[in-house]
């Protein structure tokens, strides 16, 4: 009978997590890592080891993942310069939050939405950032997904 339970029990878990279906991905040259939800897909890494780009491309939803130096005097003055960048690029950012070590902020333009989270690495020096697009109709849909990616996003080893 115990045979039966731990068998069981092994078959259940590869099931849950394929049920589950998010993957992961990890940056070496930055240190960070994050989860990838189900139905998107990597184009591969960069050529520079700085990050990658998925996408479910059936839904028109596009996830994207970088890391850089800070060029600015701090993380602080990087994540504004990002959300100027933003502007001009003609997003109109409607919320933000930026602390000392993270930041998010998001915004609409016509008919997309995006999402940007900002963290400063174990160097101090750098950053990593992830950015998820959709459509505004898919709103709801994205919420608790970027909510997920939001906590799984994080820098190794700090």
């Known amino acids: 009978m115990r045979i039966l339970i731990v068998l069981l029990a092994l078959i259940a878990v590869p099931a849950a997590a ?47 993942f970088w890391g850089a130096n800070i060029m600015d005097e701090n993380f602080e003055a990087e994540v504004a310069s990002r959300m100027g960048y933003a502007e001009r690029d003609g997003w109109n950012i409607a919320y933000q939050a930026v602390t000392p070590r993270w930041a998010s902020f998001s915004g609409v333009m016509g008919q997309r939405m995006f999402y940007t989270r900002m963290i400063q690495l174990c ?14 109709a898919q709103a709801a849909d994205m919420k608790p997904k970027v909510e997920r990616l939001v906590k799984g996003f994080r820098a190794d080893g700090c």
């Open 18 to 64: 394929q049920e589950l279906g998010w993957g992961r991905y990890d940056n070496a040259r930055f240190g960070y890592t994050s989860e990838i939800p189900a139905g998107f897909s990597g184009y591969g890494e960069s050529d520079n080891g700085d990050g990658q780009i998925f996408d479910n491309a059936g839904k028109a939803q596009v996830l994207s």
């Open 123 to 136: 160097d101090g020096s750098s950053y990593a950032a992830m950015t998820v697009q959709y459509s505004a």
